[in-house]
């Protein structure tokens, strides 16, 4: 049995206000074969920026809430909702609020997403 505590991974501090912990699949001592899993907290007015990629994947907000764009749409989320982003679509997810935010995400397939990079590299 693999298994990984959240409490154990370091994760990435990014400069648009956002820590990603990835607890199934790329950076994580736990991999899987078709999907990545993690776990974000955004403080408020932190975001993870706009971007896309092949990967389909699913936002879950676990606390807080914010707003989500998908393509052309904006949309309030809160805590308790599960939101599908298809593959090649442009999505952002900002914490419009005064309270931390906690998201967590699967995508597929597996492997890094290109925007982690380059956001670090925009540093």
């Excluded at 997810?93 to 925009?122: C, Q, R």
Aim: no cysteine; net charge negative.
């Amino acid at each position: 049995m693999q298994t990984i505590r959240l409490e154990d991974i370091q994760g990435t501090v990014f400069p648009t206000g956002r820590r990603t912990r990835v607890m199934i699949g790329a950076d994580s001592p736990v991999q899987a074969d078709n999907f990545v899993m993690g776990y974000v907290e955004l403080e408020p007015n932190g975001t993870v920026p706009m971007h896309s990629h092949e990967n389909e994947e699913v936002y879950f907000i676990a606390e807080g809430e914010g707003s989500m764009i998908i393509g052309e749409e904006k949309q309030k989320v809160t805590k308790g909702t599960a939101i599908y982003i298809p593959s090649n679509v442009k999505h952002e997810l900002i914490n419009d609020s005064t309270a931390k935010m906690v998201m967590m995400f699967v995508y597929s397939p597996a492997g890094v997403v290109s925007h982690w990079a380059e956001e670090l590299k925009n540093k």
